[in-house]
């Protein structure tokens, strides 16, 4: 597993906008180019980042200003401006031989798991699931540790008191208390993202599941995986077909977050859902990973040591 370098003072982050642009919410992003600018960090926009509209430009506008950024010597980490429905259909256009040629983290949340998983799946170069560029504001501890862990400071990042249920999303209120659910104890090469995305990605050029478990087979495989939207019957049938694609040999532990936006068809629960899917997997859910904030930060490709006690848990990542 290759490990680019992570962000340094006075270094450049380059953002652009893989999915939606940021126009109709650009106060946020100025609140986020501010607070990586006051931490001494160089902001460089490529592309369409304030544009208000859910596609950040064209395909090919899209498509330039990844590739103008991983050409760029002078930017150092890449992140994409914010998530949506729309990055997917950039994929077939990347060209992955100048991401492999001029490797840097890239870091993004939701829609762009399409990028952070192909880049660590196919090219075994380590991406960062956590923040979009226009995420960060004060006063947030996890926004603290998310900067923390892209500045290179491992820290251990343990389970969050609060968490914003989906009645409280979109505003700062933290009103839930966090439980995570199940026992466990695991080491193995951490891999995931979004689950509404993942599913879209098995069995396509855009990955490489088969490859990337055979080759750390020997460390063992520990997914996670962010929920946003899907009901329990969706969820369940993805994480089967995962399953018959060979996604989860070699896979010592599933980690899922909580559900945004809960749904089910028939009065199945989530839990039956990963229970009846995974069988004897072990897994955890309920964890802080995801659209429920606080959220953790992830790095695919990196040694993930991880623990669930009680309700309680930490993750540790290592740069193995």
Known sequence: MFYPKFIKENGTVGICALSAGLGHKIEDYLNAYNYLVKRGIHVLEEGNIRV??????????????????????????????AGGDFLYEILPYIDLK?????????MGAS????????????????????????????GQTYIDNNFKMICGNLITQYSYEYYQST??????????????HNNLKESGRCIGGCLDVLKDMIGTPFEDVSGFVERYKDDGIIWYFDIYAMNAENTYRTLLQMKAAGWFKYCKAVLIGRVLFEGSDTGMTYSEAYSLALGNIPHAYNLDIGHTLPKMTLINGAILDVEVKDGKGRLNFRLE
């Open 52 to 81: 208000d509209n859910v596609r950040g430009g064209s395909i090919e506008e899209r498509v330039n200003a990844l590739h103008s950024l991983y050409l760029n010597d002078d930017v150092d980490m890449v992140m994409c401006g």
């Open 98 to 106: 100048i991401i492999r040629n001029h490797p840097k983290f890239f």
């Open 111 to 138: 829609d762009p798991t399409g990028i952070t998983f192909m880049i660590t799946t196919k090219l075994d170069i380590a991406s960062i699931y956590g923040l979009n560029g226009g995420s960060y504001y004060e």
């Open 167 to 180: 009645s409280a999303y979109g505003t700062d209120e933290f009103n839930e208390l966090v439980y995570w």
